[in-house]
């Protein structure tokens, strides 16, 4: 098998990406923003019940050019999964997505010049369903609007980023393919020490920082299938040019519903969750549409029959020694997709 290239190598998707694909027999080269920390990577490939032997880390910021060429030199396979994602919301609306869509344009150009065959890039349900709409009912059809009033810098700069790549795609890409995965709010184990993405809200309620719930309804995919729908659409041909929702099986849920089922799966674990909503009117109803076609059900059944795979058999870990055994508030990892071409 050829090199497969990760960007975002040290993150929470990122990092079971990587272990997956090494896993499954691929030579995994993947980015990160300093090689200080190859070892957490390699540590947390380790924990992902992979062999990071055949893992080469190289150093390559969204930011900058350097390192992107020779990042996708020899890749034909590359998942751009990393995103600048602030500590805080910049006072610049702008500022977080021009760094997005430049980032994302650095990352495509050097995988069109490496003659790549697809590109798997990570974006959001932010980018599909933020703008509300009569009846809160979302397909993969949908796209926020950018310029909607009150929009977060960060939902902004995916919208962005995911519109700006398909533009590059047919005008500048290439025999280069797309396939983007729209995932929803991402739960489920990390493999890292570090509390990234969606870990701060689940931490926040697990420590007892967050009150009480925000008023908001979201639907769910478990970090483990987010990373091998990644591969399924690397791998299935006719997912080409299309987008991909990842959300768990049933409803959407409330923040304050997760944060009950946090109380009842974790105990005493979580006897500091938030058992109240914040004041104001009821969330907004959210429906997102489940359409499978022929290439979502192909990938949707692949996930499936992710519960036999290496990665249902990890240890237990304590929550106080390494990577946090984070719930999964769905209760269930199968995965759902939609799709539709762009």
């Given at each position: 098998?050829?090199?497969?290239?990760?960007?975002?190598?040290?993150?929470?998707?990122?990092?079971?990406?990587?272990?997956?694909?090494?896993?499954?027999?691929?030579?995994v080269?993947?980015?990160?923003?300093?090689?200080?920390?190859?070892?957490?990577?390699?540590?947390?490939?380790?924990?992902?019940?992979?062999?990071?032997g055949?893992?080469?880390?190289?150093?390559?910021?969204?930011?900058?050019?350097?390192?992107?060429?020779?990042?996708?030199?020899?890749?034909?396979?590359?998942?751009?999964?990393?995103?600048?994602?602030?500590?805080?919301?910049?006072g610049?609306?702008?500022?977080?997505?021009?760094?997005?869509?430049?980032?994302?344009?650095?990352?495509?150009?050097?995988?069109?010049?490496?003659?790549?065959?697809?590109?798997?890039?990570?974006?959001?349900?932010?980018?599909?369903?933020?703008?509300?709409?009569?009846?809160?009912?979302?397909?993969?059809?949908?796209?926020?609007?950018?310029?909607?009033?009150?929009?977060?810098?960060?939902?902004?700069?995916?919208?962005?980023?995911?519109?700006?790549?398909?533009?590059?795609?047919e005008?500048?890409?290439?025999?280069?393919?797309?396939?983007?995965?729209?995932?929803?709010?991402?739960?489920?184990?990390?493999?890292?020490?570090?509390?990234?993405?969606?870990?701060?809200?689940?931490?926040?309620?697990?420590?007892?920082?967050?009150?009480v719930?925000?008023?908001?309804?979201?639907g769910?995919?478990?970090?483990?299938?987010?990373?091998?729908?990644?591969?399924?659409?690397?791998?299935?041909?006719?997912?080409?040019?299309?987008?991909?929702?990842?959300?768990?099986?049933?409803?959407?849920?409330s923040?304050?519903?997760?944060?009950?089922?946090?109380?009842?799966?974790l105990?005493?674990?979580?006897?500091?969750?938030?058992?109240?909503?914040a004041?104001?009117?009821?969330?907004?109803r959210?429906?997102?549409?489940?359409?499978?076609?022929?290439?979502?059900?192909?990938?949707?059944?692949?996930?499936?029959?992710?519960?036999?795979?290496?990665d249902?058999?990890?240890?237990?870990r304590?929550r106080?020694?390494?990577?946090?055994?984070?719930?999964?508030?769905?209760?269930?990892r199968?995965?759902?997709?939609?799709?539709?071409?762009?």
């Amino acid at each position: 098998m050829s090199m497969v290239l990760v960007t975002g190598g040290s993150g929470y998707v990122g990092t079971r990406l990587i272990a997956a694909l090494l896993r499954d027999g691929h030579q995994v080269r993947a980015t990160v923003r300093s090689l200080a920390s190859e070892s957490d990577v390699r540590t947390a490939v380790r924990l992902g019940n992979a062999d990071d032997g055949g893992l080469e880390l190289v150093a390559a910021d969204l930011t900058a050019d350097e390192g992107w060429s020779a990042a996708a030199a020899g890749c034909e396979e590359i998942y751009l999964v990393a995103t600048p994602i602030p500590a805080a919301q910049p006072g610049d609306p702008d500022e977080l997505s021009v760094q997005a869509r430049e980032g994302t344009l650095r990352a495509l150009r050097a995988a069109r010049d490496a003659g790549a065959r697809r590109v798997v890039l990570t974006s959001s349900f932010v980018a599909v369903g933020y703008t509300p709409k009569p009846g809160g009912e979302y397909t993969e059809a949908d796209w926020t609007d950018p310029d909607m009033p009150g929009l977060a810098p960060y939902s902004r700069s995916k919208v962005i980023a995911e519109r700006a790549a398909w533009d590059f795609i047919e005008k500048e890409g290439g025999r280069t393919e797309l396939v983007v995965v729209n995932r929803t709010f991402i739960t489920g184990p990390t493999l890292t020490t570090h509390v990234r993405s969606t870990l701060p809200l689940i931490k926040a309620m697990l420590d007892g920082t967050m009150r009480v719930a925000p008023r908001q309804r979201v639907g769910v995919a478990d970090v483990r299938d987010v990373a091998d729908l990644h591969i399924r659409a690397m791998a299935t041909p006719e997912a080409a040019g299309k987008r991909y929702l990842a959300l768990a099986d049933g409803p959407t849920i409330s923040f304050l519903e997760m944060a009950l089922i946090l109380r009842e799966r974790l105990g005493a674990l979580a006897e500091r969750v938030p058992t109240e909503e914040a004041p104001g009117e009821e969330p907004a109803r959210l429906i997102i549409h489940k359409r499978p076609r022929q290439a979502g059900a192909r990938l949707a059944t692949a996930a499936r029959r992710n519960h036999d795979r290496g990665d249902r058999r990890e240890p237990a870990r304590s929550r106080t020694s390494g990577p946090s055994p984070i719930a999964d508030p769905a209760g269930t990892r199968h995965l759902c997709v939609t799709s539709s071409a762009t």
